[in-house]
């Protein structure tokens, strides 16, 4: 495929997106967001099950809230936009709630952030987010917390950021 072939797929996705977007609502936006990706960059990333990612991985394409069932990961030395540096697990039992499960989440991933990039999350330039159970996957056994760090000016990262002390 040319390059000229390739813009101009591009272009007529992104089209078809706004199109979309205006058409049905914002409750698809990270499905054509995530097709026009694939349409620039088809290669980037292996699509990955959620539930397989482990401390180290790192992905593109970093999903900007609601649920998620995958999501694409790529080698760290790859420009990436998030990597999984820490894992807790929730305590058995019923389902706690969204607010008591990032409580944890919150509490977990700021205590891991400084071990991992060492420095201080409060004199750093990264943040962090994380996957957490729904009530869906908690009545499957879900009860992993995955930590992710990531740069919230929204610059991909080349290389692990483990020991960045940045």
């Given at each position: 495929m040319?390059?000229?072939n390739i813009w101009r797929r591009t272009l007529a996705i992104a089209t078809i997106a706004v199109a979309a977007v205006a058409l049905s609502g914002c409750?698809?936006?990270?499905q054509v967001t995530n097709q026009i990706s694939d349409a620039v960059d088809p290669g980037a990333g292996t699509?990955?099950?959620?539930?397989s990612l482990v401390i180290g991985d790192c992905e593109v394409g970093n999903?900007?809230?609601?649920?998620v069932s995958?999501?694409?990961?790529v080698d760290c030395a790859e420009p990436h936009d998030?990597?999984?540096?820490a894992a807790s697990y929730m305590a058995e039992g019923d389902f706690p709630g969204d607010s008591a499960i990032e409580d944890q989440a919150t509490a977990d991933c700021y205590a891991e952030f400084g071990t991992f990039i060492g420095a201080d999350y409060d004199d750093s330039v990264y943040d962090f987010s994380w996957y957490y159970p729904t009530?869906?996957?908690?009545s499957e056994g879900d009860r992993e917390i995955l930590c992710l760090v990531y740069d919230p000016s929204g610059n991909q990262i080349s290389g692990s950021l483990a020991g960045a002390a940045e």
């Open positions: 040319t390059t000229e409750s698809i936006l990270d699509t990955q099950d959620i539930f999903q900007d809230g609601g649920e995958s999501t694409k990961t998030a990597e999984v540096y009530e869906g996957s908690w």
